[in-house]
């Protein structure tokens, strides 16, 4: 999404454009289109968060790393064990594995962790997009 930085006046004008444009995409998305959004924010989530770490902000790594934990625990409720099989359950362990290694990075204050995670989900997200 939009963020602070690069934006003169930054701030409140910013963020209501950006949460303007995310509800207007996901009025609009089909179920896959959601999945794809949910990507999309976790993938930025944890750019900032590993920025975050990299700058020393704990206040934003803590709040882009609860918005990225909150994202994978939707795309792990959202798995279909039932039709989805061993892909949902690999999927569920990789959805854990992320987090896990975003926690190591916030105890670790370190963004090696996070970028480790982001590389993981970035596969998933990429073989999402070509889905569909």
């Known amino acids: 999404m939009f963020y602070n ?3 003169a006046g930054g701030g409140a004008a ?4 950006a949460a303007i444009h995310s509800g207007s995409r996901t009025e609009s998305a089909t179920p896959h289109g959601l999945v794809k959004i949910l990507f999309d924010e976790l993938l930025l989530a944890m750019d900032a968060a590993a920025l975050a770490e990299r700058n020393g902000d704990r206040m934003k790594v803590s709040d882009k790393q609860a918005r990225a934990m909150s994202i994978l625990f939707a795309l792990e409720s959202s798995l279909d064990y039932d039709r989805g099989g061993d892909v949902a359950v690999g999927l569920a362990q990789i959805y854990r594995e992320a987090r896990r290694l975003l926690l190591v990075g916030a105890k670790e204050r370190s963004a090696a962790p996070v970028d480790d995670a ?4 970035a596969e998933i997200a990429e073989a999402w997009n070509q889905i569909g």
């Open 5 to 7: 930085q690069g934006y």
């Open 14 to 17: 910013a963020r209501r454009y």
């Open 118 to 121: 982001r590389a993981m989900v």
